[in-house]
């Protein structure tokens, strides 16, 4: 992972009219897979999907309880590209000023300089973000949907790409903040490890009870590469359609849950379903690609008023429901 200046715009170098061919992209999305997964066991699922967010111009959160391979997993993506790599360690005394940077006043020049904070990056992990206030929380706000940050009415563009990964655990809640909801919003998914079954934790005690795989690990692939698929991605097509299903989708959690999904869910689950066509080898989205995203990218966008149903099952119960009309597959 290489270093990057943070003052500097990296936008205007990125090859943007030059996107990868989409079974180039999707080899790409095989290499990072198959990378990763020699430091990540038994989530190849989950793998998939981080990548895909990072190729649909996503974030991603990670929530589990404590030790089982999020931080590992970030790492993993983010030593996997050939990119800048930040990691913001969130605790209860952390202020926006140490996530965003800050000015600071240079006693030899007489003047303010900026000082970057560790939000200037490629891949930036915030590890257990929901250990942070609120107000710490939402320095990420203007980042995530913009990709600047604006620090004493000056705005500094961030790398691109530019990707959040940040893991929250889910016990000590008498320790951690809830997550603001404007900010879950701005995740494109939230997903969860799990335990690993018996022989995929004997296979990772194989592996690690020695030198760690992480600690050998060497990037498949580089910044460029990455920014030319992520281009690949937006050119896959979405007919009307799928389109019009993605809506319906929205729509019904609306209308079963006490807040349902806002417009940049129904974006998000989009994106994330083009990038999820990529994988696949498909220049077109099908019905199928948002059956397959919508789980992680809707179900933290919705909170509901019954104790014994949650954003999953409202999604769940739509899938179900929402009728699919015909699509022609590659049709103009």
């Known amino acids: 992972m290489t270093d990057v200046d943070p003052t500097h715009d990296m936008t205007a170098e990125s090859p943007t009219d030059d996107p990868l061919s989409v079974s180039s992209a999707a080899s790409l999305c095989r290499d990072l897979e198959a990378n990763v997964s020699r430091v990540i066991v038994g989530h190849d699922d989950v793998i998939e999907h981080v990548i895909t967010a990072i190729l649909g111009r996503g974030h991603v959160l990670l929530e589990d309880v404590p030790g089982v391979g999020k931080t590992m997993l970030a790492r993993s993506i983010a030593t996997s590209i050939d990119c800048s790599f930040r990691r913001v360690q969130f605790t209860p005394d952390l202020l926006p000023s140490d996530v965003t940077g800050v000015n600071v ?8 300089e900026f000082q970057a904070g560790p939000v200037f990056g490629n891949i930036v992990l915030g590890d257990e973000i929901n250990r942070a206030p609120p107000k710490t929380q939402t320095a990420l706000l203007e980042a995530m949907e913009e990709g600047q940050v604006t620090v004493d009415g000056e705005t500094r563009t961030l790398p691109n790409p530019f990707t959040v990964i940040a893991t929250q655990n889910a016990v000590e809640p008498n320790r951690t903040y809830d997550l603001p909801f404007a900010e879950l919003d701005r995740f494109m998914k ?5 335990y690993p079954d018996p022989d995929e934790e004997t296979e990772m005690l194989e592996r690690t009870v020695g030198h760690h795989p992480i600690e050998s690990l060497e990037p498949v692939t580089d910044r460029e590469t990455v ?3 992520r281009e690949t991605v937006t050119g896959i097509r979405i007919e009307k359609p799928v389109r019009a299903y993605a809506t319906r989708l929205a729509g019904y959690t609306r209308e079963n849950a006490e807040f349902g999904v806002s417009p940049r869910g129904t974006i998000s689950l989009l994106r994330a379903a083009q990038a999820r066509a990529v994988t696949d080898g ?3 989205v099908i019905p199928d690609d948002v059956k397959r995203e919508a789980p992680v990218v809707l179900s933290h966008r919705i909170q509901t008023t019954d104790r014994g149903r949650d954003g999953r099952d409202v999604v769940r119960e739509g899938l179900e ?10 049709c103009d």
Do not use: H, I, M, S
Request: charged share 40%; aromatic share 10%.
């Open 282 to 284: 498909r220049e077109y």
């Open 321 to 330: 429901r929402v009728p699919v009309e015909e699509v022609t597959e590659g």
């Open 227 to 229: 920014v030319r698929a």
């Open 105 to 112: 006043f240079n006693q030899r020049t007489r003047e303010f």
């Open 190 to 194: 939230k997903l969860r490890l799990g």
